[in-house]
């Protein structure tokens, strides 16, 4: 049995070669796999090379070895003794998604092997114990990439999901950014700096985490979700409205209410002091696909830029849909 690896958290990478077989095989020629292959624990069912069905050596003898299984069942067609509803997944597929997929499935089928497939044909099994050993080692390895401040994943776990998404059929990409940030750390200090970029970190997880989706922190005051859906509009308009009227209670009144009150901007001079305002660029697959993070990075960085010309907080969709700036 052999191994095939790809992208580092995707099922394909911890894939292992069984046999397949024609659904029109006798029940003998399954047993003789079976009894000249002892560590085999399961045989998939193939047609024109597309899996259909599985079958395992536990219920093959199950059935086998009642009363009259040996005589019923031994010269007639294999798919008689097979598990016609196998899970199926992508080679591309997240582990944690198959893991996901593998335990919500009937107690009877819970420790059956996960069939893969590649460009819809067969491809492979992966075993459950090596499922769930290779998702154990994804979560400590992710925990090893949190980010200190907020706890959410890292910069490396982004770049992996983000390698992760470019198979997928839809998704939005959204990224937060906190216009004059640096200008209220300067402020305030590092201190408060950090209590307002907790307190987005609670708004996002609310809208984001919470909903099951990914939400990963860059560093600093950028932020990135990634969601399997181009329908974004009202969690950027949620976000943005839960942002925009708890943001002001990290100000001194007196600095909100001041008309006259200037601060140094990032040029060095004195400007006239604004609150904080939250831009949200979104890019979606929808009218483009992407083939490299790189291509991804360079259209958020562009969507990004649109957004910091907007007064007040916004949130852009592909360069071209932009709602009305809040204040």
Known sequence: MTKTGEAVSNIGRIVNTVPSISPTLKNKEVDKLFTDNPDLRGIVVAHHEKPIAHITRTHFYQKIGTLYGYNLYMGRESNLLAKTSPLIVDFHQPI??????????EEEALYDDVIVTKGDKFF??????????????????????????SKLPGNHVIDQKLTEILYLEKYSILYFDIDYFKT??????????????????????RNITQQGY???HIGGDDFMAILPLYKVDEIC??????????????????????????????????EKFTIMFLSIAVLTNQKRQFVKIED????????????????????????????SPTY
Do not use: W
């Open 296 to 323: 991804v990075s360079n259209a958020v960085a562009a969507i990004k830029r649109n957004c910091k010309k907007v007064k007040g907080s916004c949130f852009i969709i592909d360069e071209t849909d932009c709602c």
């Open 96 to 105: 944690t998604e198959v893991s996901k997929l593998a335990m919500e499935r």
């Open 237 to 270: 308009e949620t976000i943005i409205k839960e942002f925009d009227e708890t943001i002001p209670i990290f100000y001194e009144d007196y600095h909100l209410s001041d008309p006259n009150f200037k601060v140094k901007g990032r040029s060095g001079s004195l």
């Open 124 to 149: 492979g099994v992966v075993s459950i114990r090596a499922l769930l050993m290779e998702f154990v080692d994804i979560q400590v390895q992710t925990a090893s990439f949190l980010n200190p401040l």
């Open 184 to 205: 209220y750390n300067d402020l305030y200090g590092f201190n408060k700096g950090d209590k307002v970029l907790l307190h987005l970190t609670d708004i996002l997880k």
């Open 214 to 216: 990914f939400l990963g």
